[in-house]
């Protein structure tokens, strides 16, 4: 079955600079899961997870604040923000308040609304998204060098998994959103987005509208290439045209998905 992909949900909105230069390629030698426990209070980072309709799908938020009320950063929503309020064993708040979000423990949260289940665990107590490090160029846009503002989301369906890189421009969010058919792997995979070939490349997110003056774009001929698939880091490049045959873009990654 050959791939054709809905763009990925884009919002905006938390204001914080960044962009110091990136590091080098090598996965880090510590190719584990993160996993607190024992902390004294929900501050840190956390990644959540869910399946729904045969997905698995994986982000992460930031919890800041150690007191009763707290605010919630969330990846998969394009860094919105949620201010909550503990209540008892519970967070009121999170995500249009549809329900509460329950603490089971500093290190575990859980939610359930209708038929949508979402575990959190929190990875790291220091509430930062630090998930590695990607490059964007192209003559369409400045260079993007992403190293000290990255969070990733990933899934994983019967048609293939689903890598999303995600930063903050000038607080504006920009997406790299890369779709391959069946498993992420280390290997090269041909570009293209109408469904014949093995991936796929959407670029997106307020700061890609804004610069490029289109809401999203996709690579229409290139290649991905993984160079290194660790248990939760991924390292690789791609490269190709947008959707005009024209312009270049590449792009370089070195992540730690929220797999676990």
Not at 14 to 36: A, F, H, I, N
Not at 67 to 95: H, I
Not at 108 to 135: C, I, P, S
Not at 186 to 191: F, H, K, L
Request: glycine share 8%; net charge negative; hydrophobic share 35%.
């Amino acid at each position: 079955m050959k791939l054709r992909w809905a763009l990925p949900l884009v919002a905006a909105t938390l204001s914080v600079s960044m962009l110091p230069g990136c590091g080098g390629e090598q996965l880090p030698p510590d190719d584990v899961v993160r996993k607190t426990n024992g902390s004294a209070n929900t501050q840190g980072l956390w990644r959540m997870m869910e399946n729904f309709q045969g997905e698995t799908f994986y982000s992460t938020v930031l919890v800041q604040g150690t007191g009763n009320n707290v605010t919630m950063t969330d990846c998969s929503r394009a860094f919105e923000k949620d201010s909550m309020t503990r209540q008892g064993n519970a967070f009121a708040g999170y995500n249009h308040d549809l329900a509460s979000l329950v603490i089971q423990n500093n290190d575990t949260l859980h939610w359930n609304y209708d038929n949508q289940v979402r575990r959190f665990e929190k990875m790291d107590r220091v509430a930062q998204f630090n998930m590695g490090e990607f490059e964007v160029s192209s003559p369409l846009l400045p260079d993007v060098v992403a190293s000290n503002l990255v969070c990733v989301q990933y899934s994983e369906t019967e048609r293939g998994d689903s890598l999303v890189l995600t930063t903050q421009v000038l607080g504006r969010p920009l997406l790299v959103t890369i779709r391959t058919e069946g498993r992420l792997q280390e290997g090269r995979y041909d570009i293209e987005p109408y469904g014949n070939a093995d991936a796929m490349v959407i670029f997106s997110g307020s700061h890609w509208a804004n610069t490029t003056l289109t809401a999203y774009d996709e690579i229409s001929s290139g290649r991905l290439t993984i160079l290194s698939r660790g248990n939760v880091w991924v390292e690789g490049e791609l490269e190709g045209v947008l959707r005009n045959g024209i312009t270049p873009i590449r792009v370089s990654f070195n992540v730690e998905t929220p797999l676990n």
